[in-house]
């Protein structure tokens, strides 16, 4: 069975600081990784995926993901966050076999400060 | 853009009423989804549907019933709603599996009380 380990329930960084989300997942075959925004009232909002390829992945709003196999990590990354970024970040995978089943992390409360 | 629409953002219901959320998409999309929220637990399938009168359970269908007559619609119902039972659902859609770059895209939700 697939799972997702969000360990942080909430990451808290200053405004112009890189941030760092963490994710780490466990699947028998090949991993999808996906990572998801939900802001306040909001339903989720695709951010971006790996699939397969280059290990660094670049998605919406400056955000990038860094895809470690040997870790079984996928750990979302900006250079310099913003106060807007604030929101909960979910993580999630799909093995390649399992549909269109995603299975979720617990989700991370990030809080940008000015 | 793919828009996919609850019928209620935030519901409130007495213990033991029969409780039916609305879900509906515009991109003719086979999957669809229900998922509940809850703090810590991240987002946990209740049941999901990959065609007009099909439905699959998911991970917690305890309590729980959908329905699917048309395929833009996809409807969750609470046989005799309880407490446990308030939370956030959301709904999703998705095409078919086609390849591994096929993503879910979610409604708004709906925040349901039970009281």
């Known amino acids: 069975a697939q799972s997702v380990a969000q360990p942080e329930d909430q990451v808290n960084v200053a405004e112009g600081n890189p941030l760092t989300v963490k994710c780490t997942y466990s699947v028998s075959g090949n991993p999808y990784l996906f990572w998801y925004v939900q802001y306040p009232n909001r339903g989720l909002q695709f951010l971006l995926k790996y699939i397969t390829g280059d290990n660094l992945v670049k998605g919406s709003y400056g955000f990038e993901a860094e895809f470690n196999k040997s870790q079984t990590s996928f750990h979302l990354k900006k250079p310099s966050a913003l106060v807007s970024d604030s929101a909960l970040y979910f993580c999630a995978v799909r093995e390649n076999n399992a549909g269109n089943m995603l299975t979720f992390g617990g989700g991370t409360r990030l809080m940008v400060k000015p | 853009d793919v828009k996919v629409t609850q019928s209620s953002r935030y519901l409130v219901k007495r213990t033991g009423e029969k409780v039916f959320l609305e879900c509906v998409q515009d991109m003719d999309h086979e999957n669809m989804f229900w998922y509940r929220q809850d703090p810590g637990l991240g987002l946990r399938l209740i049941y999901f549907?990959?065609?007009?009168?099909?439905?699959e359970k998911g991970d917690i269908p305890e309590g729980y019933s959908v329905s699917r007559e048309k395929k833009e619609r996809f409807s969750l119902i609470l046989e005799s709603a309880s407490t446990n039972q308030t939370s956030m659902y959301l709904c999703?859609?998705?095409?078919?599996?086609?390849?591994?770059?096929?993503?879910?895209?979610f409604g708004p939700g709906t925040r349901l009380l039970v009281l």
């Open positions: 549907s990959y065609d007009v009168k099909m439905k």
């Open positions: 999703a859609s998705s095409p078919p599996v086609t390849g591994p770059q096929e993503t879910q895209y």
